[in-house]
Each structure stands twice: as C-alpha cells, then as structure tokens.
C-alpha cells in the first residue's frame, strides 16, 4: 500500500495536492502550538518554555511509532520510505550552524514561515536571510563541497548501530522522551518567566 | 493555565506533538519522506537563479547537480506546495486565535532594529547550514528522528547542543 | 503534569508491543488474490517456442532466458544465452535487477510449464512485470524445435513452413535433432547486452 507515490497508487497531480494540504495540517499545528513565536521558541533555551522540547519528540515519537505499526499492519514498505542519508561531518557542522542561526534568528525555517504567516516581520527578515545564505551555499559550493560530501555512511538507522530491532529502540526512545518531559516540565517551574 | 489573554493561549504541547506527528505520519505514507522546510528554499533560489542568470547557472556546479536530482520545476516540487500549505495553514490557526498582527517580536531589552538585523543573519547561518546539513530542523531533525536515522540524531543534536551553548552569550536578545 | 502521566499511558504500551512483536519484513503482494485468478484465467504469460526460437535466431536483445531448474539441470543443457535463476534464489536481491526491470522482456521455462509458472506467479505477485513463461517448457521445446514432427504430406502448406522454419532453427541453435544434447549450444552471448538494471524504485528525494 504506502508510500502510495512511491507504490504509484495516487498520481502525480494529487500527490502535489496532498502536499498541499499536508503543509496547511504542519502549519496549523506548529502556529496552534506556539511556534509563531520567536521568544516562545527561543524559551526552550532558558528554560522558561520548553515547548519546543515537548512538541518535537512528541511528534518524533509519535510519527516513529504509526510507521512502525503501519509496517507491521503492512500499511506501508518501510524499505521505501526515505531515509535521510548520513553525511556525519555536513551533519555535525551544519548542525552546530544551524544551531547558531537558531539562537540568533529565534527561528527554524519551517516555524518562519509559520509565523510569516501571521505577520511577523522579524520572520519576514530571517526568510530573507535564509535566501542569502543558501544562496551562499550554492555559489560557494565547490568550496565546501569536499566537507559536504565527506564520511558518507549511507543511510543507516539508529538501531543497525546499536544492534537492537527498531521496536526495541523505538521503546528506550519513547522512555528518554518521557524523561525529558519531566525535566522540561520541571524547568519551566524553576526559570519560570510570564510575559514574554 | 490562568492566562486570559485569548492570542497567549496555545495547544498543549503534547496534543500539538501528537498532531504533529500524526501530520509527518501522513506525510510519509503519501509521498515516503518527512516533512521539510529549506528545501523549498532552495528549490526558489534554484528557481529564481534559473531565471535571472541562466548561463551562470548551467555553468555553476551546485545547480547542475540540483537539477540533476529534481526535476518538474518549482511548481511541481512537493516541498513548495507543503510551505505553501504550512502559510494558509498558520495563517488559519492564527485567525482562529485571534494572532493576525503585523509585529516585530523582541525582548524588551533590545529594538526592533536590532531584532530584525539578528533575524537576517540567523537565516542565513540557518540557510546556510540546512544545506550543508541536507536539511533543517523538520527536514533532517525532525523526519530523520522518525524514520530512525542517525543523521537525523546528529543535526538534532548539534542543532540543540549549539543553540543551549550559546544561548547565555546572546541572551539579551531574548529576556 | 497530567498530560505527561496520559502521554505515558498510551506511549509506553505501544512502545513495548512494537519492541516485543517481530519486524514486518515480508515483501508485500502487490496483486490481490482475485486479480491473480484473472491473470492465471488468460494465460497470457505462455510465449510459444515457435516465437522464442524466432527471437533466439534473430538474436533479440530484448529477450532473456531465465532457466529456473536446479544448477545441475542446467549445466547439463540450457537453451542459448539462458540464465540460471533456480527457484530457491529468485528473490536473492542480486536476482532483482533482472527480473524487475522495465527493459527485457524475461521468459522462464523449468522442464515443464509447471515451475515456470510458478516462478511467474510470484514474481507478478511482487508486482514485477515483463516476465514471461515458456509454454510446455523445456519438453514441449523439445518435441518442436528440436525435434519436429514431420507434418504428413496432406497437411496444409503453412504446417510445412511452420516445419521448415523448426528445422532451420534446429539447426541454427545446434539442437540438430538430438534429444538435450549434453552442453549443447554454449552461451555466445555476444549479441546481448548485459542487463540494464532499471533505475531502483524511485525513493521519494531527499527532503530539506
């Protein structure tokens, strides 16, 4: 059955359609959940709202698990679903970046747009640079092409590193999530702020 | 959860990860990958560079190996029919609750000036290493972690690890 | 807090039923039960050997042979060019750039049409197409390629062509009347390019 593109069971036109009203079904949630706002993300990093934390494993957890049991169910063929191939320098590098770009930008780029789109003009600038700096990226390219196309290891998962099914790691997963909350939950009570 | 004010009250985070995730379930049963953002990024400057300056492009590495890997043009990438999406959906949330507002969102401690200049230059560290990294926090981090990738456990993790090390340096900025 | 302790209640039971039951690794069916009883009702995978040996003579490059019998049964006769896929291995990955791909046209045969068939049946059950079966198999081929029936002198003229174009191809393939002659016809292979494997099911591209 799934990935019904992939299986050729919906065509083109609809699987472009679909795309659509997937990004209306992300937006709504990212800006329902808070992540039109920058101070709200930005919280995650002091303490005072770590929403961020919450909603991310939550739907990392929960999307991990509906594929599991769609594959168990035989719903959809894990074996074509994409896996994001792992570059380990690009990843840690543009990682720590990126992490850069979101403690002084106070966005990612998904939560950007959301937030343009209920008129913040800060979000409105950190697009614009997002422009500029892939732009950068691919005039700069042969520059760090050598570090981005470095310690390629394919596509592998978490759980082939470390020898246990994808269930089983999928369950100590959802136990670190858990714990996570709870420290989350506990740090929004010990640097609580407001207003912001 | 006290609060009064109708624009400050927010889904619960976990019903909103839930939903989330039941958003990138969907996502990966219909097309067989997560949800992604910078891509559709890049697919407008890839797009916009076409246009203005085609011969620079045909010559520059990065967008033959671009278009190597996609094809159908920038209508017909998925990742910009689902931003498109994420504008109208956000846009309706935010009707709904009552947040349309044209604003610069800023700690009290800094200007709007300031703000926005600190916007740019974190998008384009953002942009800039969300293609070095092959994606950003929804693209890698995000549908990475779901689908078990370690790739997907390194950018989250560098992504966050960066952003909690240097987040006492710039914290005027926000509190 | 409470919305924690809820999370926890669904999250943990699911986590440990995923972490407990086996992986799903089995290949789906892609044809429903009813749609293969279609397919088996028409038969049309059979290819007569009258077509194949046209194809083997006029060295089709899109035609590949898949003998499906034992290696032994192989090595000791194999139709010209055919390769060896024994049931056992057919879903060996190695084996999936052959028979799931858009370019050749593939024909199994077995001795006779039975394991062919079958061979066909899954492979159009994984949803693979351009596959083939041989009709009769290897016995069938045998009594009118190889060794053709003489057709009796009141038969109709097309009876003699089809007779003279089954010894000529006979000849032509070293089959020379005789009965599986032992490592007759050497694979010469020559005139057919090797495989092209199509491009792999197309993972949906990369995302950010």
């Given at each position: ?7 050729e ?12 009203v ?13 992540f ?7 919280g995650m ?21 509906g ?9 959809i ?22 992490g ?6 106070g ?5 950007s747009?959301?937030?343009?789109s209920?008129?913040?003009?800060d ?25 981005y196309?470095?310690?390629?290891m ?9 020898g246990?099914?994808?269930?089983v ?9 858990l ?11 010990k ?6 | ?25 969907a ?8 949800l ?7 697919s407008?400057?890839v ?17 033959t190996e671009?278009?190597g ?6 209508w ?17 949330s ?12 800023h ?6 000036k300031?703000?926005?200049?600190f ?21 890698s ?8 990738s370690v790739?997907?456990?390194v ?8 952003a909690f090390a ?10 | ?20 039951v ?10 429903t ?10 038969g ?15 060295n ?12 032994d049964?192989y ?17 060996n ?12 046209t593939n024909v ?7 394991r062919a ?5 899954i492979t ?13 198999g290897?016995n ?12 009796r ?11 003279d174009?089954?010894?000529g191809?006979s ?15 050497p ?22």
């Amino acid at each position: 059955m799934g990935p019904l593109i992939v299986n050729e069971i919906i065509p083109e036109g609809l699987n472009l359609f679909l795309a659509f009203v997937i990004g209306i079904g992300f937006g709504f949630v990212l800006e329902s959940s808070g992540f039109s706002s920058s101070r709200k993300l930005a919280g995650m990093f002091y303490g005072y709202d770590t929403t961020v934390l919450k909603v991310f494993f939550t739907a990392a957890i929960t999307a991990m698990l509906g594929l599991l049991f769609f594959s168990l169910f035989g719903w959809i063929d894990l074996s074509l679903v994409y896996i994001n191939p792992t570059f380990m320098t690009s990843a840690i590098v543009g990682g720590a970046i990126m992490g850069a770009g979101f403690i002084l930008g106070g966005y990612c780029p998904g939560t950007s747009f959301c937030a343009l789109s209920i008129g913040k003009l800060d979000a409105l600038a950190f697009i614009g640079g997002l422009f500029i700096g892939v732009f950068i990226f691919a005039e700069g390219y042969p520059l760090w092409e050598t570090m981005y196309k470095a310690n390629n290891m394919g596509a592998p998962t978490m759980n082939t590193i470390l020898g246990v099914s994808r269930g089983v790691f999928a369950f100590l997963l959802i136990i670190v999530a858990l714990a996570m909350f709870v420290v989350g939950e506990w740090s929004e009570k010990k640097f609580p702020r407001d207003e912001y | 959860m006290e609060q009064t004010d109708r624009s400050k009250r927010y889904l619960n985070p976990y019903v909103g990860g839930v939903l989330l995730g039941l958003v990138l379930l969907a996502a990966n049963f219909v097309s067989g990958r997560g949800l992604g953002a910078s891509g559709a990024i890049k697919s407008a400057v890839v797009s916009t560079m076409e246009t203005v300056a085609p011969q620079h492009v045909a010559t520059t590495k990065f967008y033959t190996e671009y278009s190597g890997s996609h094809d159908g043009g920038f209508w017909h990438n998925w990742l910009v029919l689902e931003m498109l999406g994420v504008l109208v959906g956000g846009f309706a949330s935010g009707a709904i609750a009552g947040r349309l507002k044209w604003k610069v969102e800023h700690s009290p401690k800094i200007t709007s000036k300031r703000r926005i200049i600190f916007a740019v230059i974190g998008g384009i560290l953002f942009g800039f290493g969300s293609q070095l990294g092959r994606g950003c926090t929804s693209g890698s981090a995000l549908s990475g972690m779901a689908v078990l990738s370690v790739g997907g456990f390194v950018s989250m993790a560098f992504i966050f690890g960066t952003a909690f090390a240097l987040a006492y340096f710039v914290r005027k900025l926000w509190i | 807090m409470k919305y924690i302790i809820k999370l926890a209640m669904v999250m943990i039971p699911l986590g440990l039923i995923i972490a407990a039951v086996p992986e799903n690794t089995t290949k789906q069916y892609k044809l429903t039960a009813q749609e293969m009883i279609n397919e088996v009702q028409t038969g049309q995978q059979f290819v007569h050997p009258d077509a194949i040996a046209a194809q083997i003579v006029s060295n089709d490059p899109e035609l590949q042979l898949i003998d499906v019998r034992s290696k032994d049964e192989y090595d000791k006769f194999h139709l010209p060019n055919a390769i060896n896929i024994p049931l056992a291995n057919l879903l060996n990955p190695d084996n999936a750039d052959v028979i799931d791909q858009g370019i050749k046209t593939n024909v199994f045969y077995s001795n006779g049409s039975t394991r062919a068939n079958e061979v066909w049946m899954i492979t159009r059950q994984l949803g693979y197409k351009n596959n083939y079966v041989l009709l009769g198999g290897l016995n069938f081929w045998i009594e009118t390629i190889s060794n053709p029936e003489k057709p009796r002198i009141t038969s109709p003229d097309d009876e003699f062509a089809k007779y003279d174009f089954r010894m000529g191809a006979s000849q032509a393939l070293g089959g020379g009347g005789q009965v599986a002659p032992a490592a007759s016809a050497p694979s010469s292979g020559s005139a057919i390019p090797a495989v092209t494997p199509k491009p792999k099911k197309k993972r949906a591209a990369g995302g950010c």
